[in-house]
């Protein structure tokens, strides 16, 4: 392969992992509004400045970079293709979730 064709193989790579990360970043965040419902009335360990505000600004960040996102890659076939990868990539990782998620809780 050529230097050229290397290079922007792994800024391909690299976008798509991005991407892949900030669906989780926004996930991390939205996560918060559950755990804090479950433990409504107990004392919590951690502040979050600004709640319920600042998380859900974020989450809602996350939502417009992952959508704008996909939203460029559907313009081209190519960094469509590479976005579908780094989809495909992310849910590889779905069986081994389960599989261990089974063997702790059973």
């Known amino acids: 392969m050529r230097a050229g064709v290397r290079r922007r193989v792994r800024h391909k790579l ?3 992992a991005i991407f ?3 669906i ?3 996930l991390g965040a ?3 509004f559950p755990i804090r ?3 409504s009335g107990k004392p919590i360990p951690y ?3 600004g709640y319920p505000l600042t998380p859900l600004l974020f989450v809602l960040a996350a939502l417009t970079i992952v ?3 996909i939203y460029a890659a559907a ?3 190519h960094e469509f293709t590479y976005l579908l990868v780094a989809i495909a990539l992310m849910l590889l990782g779905l069986p081994g979730y389960f599989f261990w998620n089974r063997r702790e809780t059973g």
């Open 20 to 22: 892949i990360g900030w």
């Open 67 to 69: 959508g704008n996102a």
């Open 30 to 32: 939205a996560s918060i």
């Open 37 to 39: 419902r479950a433990n």
């Open 47 to 49: 502040r979050v400045p």
């Open 14 to 16: 690299a976008s798509g």
């Open 24 to 26: 989780f970043y926004g």
């Open 75 to 77: 313009k081209d076939p």
